[in-house]
Nanobody, 127 residues
């Protein structure tokens, strides 16, 4: 059974940092991609980063470039999202998703590309 479990969310002040974790199990890590998305109340789910577990390629959309860093630990099948210089606009429920058959590259253009999701972890940013 595929499982994705996010953790690391919380309340921070503007300008502070958080590191989110996505612990995974139940699938072949090598031929997949993991994406981080966020969803604020009343808004659509939007992607902030992804990583291909086979070739290590990474993609960030403009909303995350320069502030967010995605990384992986293949030994523990965990993917991280380091978020720096957080602003109130970054407040959302953050999810990791699994694109189960992705031999190279990754994308966060559409959440529908991802087959499985975790339950999310909330990030709150006070001004």
């Amino acid at each position: 059974e595929v499982q994705l479990v996010e953790s690391g969310g919380g309340l921070v002040q503007t300008g502070e940092s958080l590191r989110l974790s996505c612990a995974t199990s139940g699938f072949t890590f090598d031929n997949s991609a993991i994406g981080w998305f966020r969803q604020a109340p009343g808004k659509e789910r939007e992607g902030v980063a992804c990583i291909n577990m086979r070739d290590g390629s990474i993609y960030y959309p403009d909303n995350a470039k320069g502030r967010f860093t995605i990384s992986r630990d293949s030994a523990t099948n965990t993917v991280y999202l380091q978020m720096n210089d957080l602003a109130p606009d970054d407040a959302a429920n953050y999810f990791c998703g699994l694109d189960q058959i992705r031999t190279r590259g990754c994308s966060v253009v559409a959440a529908s590309m991802y087959d499985h999701w975790g339950q999310g972890t909330h990030v709150l940013v006070s001004s």
